[in-house]
């Protein structure tokens, strides 16, 4: 997943105060540099880590805590903040104020020439659609950049194997599993996703969710279903709908020859004409209908058959 990485500073989009940090032996890119100043002294440092709180840097020198310093980022970009803890080889500082990530990835990107317009690794916490044959099973993605994705391997996937990921409001993604260990894996995407795709979906994420503004599930309280046939066969299956160019990972929770009910992490307009695809029988096209509580209710446009509701069942009876 590191392969083609140009620097090696981990970009987050949690705002998490700035923690020592272990290196990472697996990652051979450089890390961006920075100047660390203040009335007393200007120290050249390189960024381990920059979150909307406040970064990790690499810095030959062991600073004051509480000391008000500025950090000078090659973009142009000055950061006003405080030492929050330093050791002799590395300190936390702390912003004063909230920092856009994605602002400062952007204008990282727009101070150099083309050719060198990469995107380095993102901290994220998204869910994802690993495809592998005909099935399809939901983790969490923990990284991301041009190059690849890094995800909780709660899965049984094994090194060389070869996969499709589908994130949240991007195509699919072919790619190949790198490496796995201690509970996760990366994996290598066959062709690198470009930084003008990347930036404006990372954005996107930052500002609260790859999906369109659906409302969070009531922990604890199940919606009512939006299919009135008794007959429906309930399911909690993973599957993907795309609507235009762009998929989105979805539940499908109930189902009947007619009518498919899934739960998305965005809205879906009424009428909008889009394409499910369900593991076990395969993709159909559908239309909106209704959406509530991040369910969507759509009409298919091709009933299914007995013998499809009979796969998805795994031979039980609708309720």
């Known amino acids: 997943m590191e392969q083609g990485l140009t620097s090696a500073t981990i970009f987050s989009l949690a705002a998490d105060a700035p ?60 950061l006003e903040g405080t030492i929050g803890w330093s050791t002799a080889e590395e300190a936390g500082f702390l912003f004063d104020s909230p920092i856009d990530v994605i602002g400062t990835l952007a204008r990282n990107l727009a101070s150099v020439p083309d050719e060198r317009r990469q995107v380095p690794r993102v901290e994220l916490s998204q869910t994802v659609g690993v495809h592998r044959g005909d099935r399809i099973e939901f983790v969490r993605a923990r990284n991301v950049s041009q190059g690849g994705v890094g995800i909780e391997a709660r899965i049984d996937v094994a090194v060389g194997e070869p996969v499709q990921i589908t994130f949240d409001g ?109 593991p076990g029988i395969g993709g159909t096209p559908a239309k909106v209908l209704e959406t509530g509580h991040n369910r969507t209710l759509c009409e298919f446009g091709i009933p299914l058959r007995q013998e499809d509701l009979r796969i998805l069942s795994g031979g039980r009876q609708a309720s």
């Open 19 to 78: 923690i020592a940090l272990p290196i990472d032996t697996e990652v051979n890119a450089a890390l961006d540099a920075g100047v660390l100043a203040s009335a007393s002294g200007r120290y050249d440092c390189a960024i381990r880590k920059f979150s909307a709180a406040g970064a990790t840097l690499s810095v030959d020198a062991e600073l004051p805590e509480g000391e008000a310093m500025h950090l000078e980022l090659a973009n142009g970009q000055r």
């Open 170 to 278: 991007l195509r699919p993604l072919g790619g190949t599993v790198r490496w796995v260990r201690r509970g996760l894996a990366g994996i290598a995407f066959d062709q690198q996703l470009s930084w003008q795709v990347l930036i404006p979906w990372l954005r996107n994420v930052a500002r609260g969710g790859s999906g369109t503004g659906a409302a969070p599930l009531t922990i604890g309280q199940e919606p009512e279903s939006l299919i009135p046939d008794k007959k429906v066969l309930r399911l909690d299956s993973p599957s993907r709908v795309r609507e235009g160019v762009r998929w989105w990972n979805v539940r499908v929770r109930g189902l009947t020859p007619h009518l498919v009910e899934f739960e998305a992490q965005t809205l879906f307009a009424r009428g909008a004409k889009v394409w499910l695809d369900i």
